[in-house]
């Protein structure tokens, strides 16, 4: 799974706000903005890459991070798109599978009340984001 999660952060690393800035599992000690990818299934053996084979699916999560709620919602809309334009399923490649990833749902807005940011004096607000992925095996050719 963490070979899947890092391919995907490169794709959110294209975003102009996030170089630099998109986690694995955690980003404890981050300032806003920031984005984090996990999965229920992190830290399992099940993964894309060249050690695996078969298909196989997971339920894989990003954790939009922001200075307030309406720039959490606004980052969250563009990385959506960046993952799945259109909304619609996307291929990504990575060595030896293709991950299938759909957008499930926007599931929670929070606003983090007992944090206080220095600048801009707010308080720090997620919405995380589900995707269903697929991974399916790219045949290896004779």
Do not use: Y
């Not at 800035?21 to 890459?49: C, K, N, Y």
């Not at 309406?70 to 030896?96: F, K, M, Q, W, Y």
């Amino acid at each position: 799974m963490i070979t899947t999660l890092k391919a995907l952060s490169q794709v959110l690393e294209g975003h102009p706000t996030l170089p630099g800035r998109v986690h694995i599992g955690d980003a404890t000690g981050t300032l806003p903005p920031f984005a984090v990818l996990w999965s229920p299934q992190l830290g399992r053996d099940r993964d894309a890459g060249a050690a695996s084979c078969g298909s196989w699916s997971a339920q894989v999560g990003v954790t939009i991070t922001a200075d307030t709620l309406e720039i959490a919602a606004d980052l969250s809309g563009e990385c959506v798109e960046l993952l799945t334009p259109g909304r619609t399923s996307a291929a990504h490649v990575i060595p030896g599978h293709v991950l299938w990833l759909s957008f499930f749902e926007q599931r929670t807005q929070q606003v983090e009340r007992a944090v206080t940011l220095p600048e801009p004096d707010s308080h720090p607000a997620s919405v995380v984001l589900l995707f269903n992925l697929h991974s399916t095996p790219i045949p290896m050719e004779a």
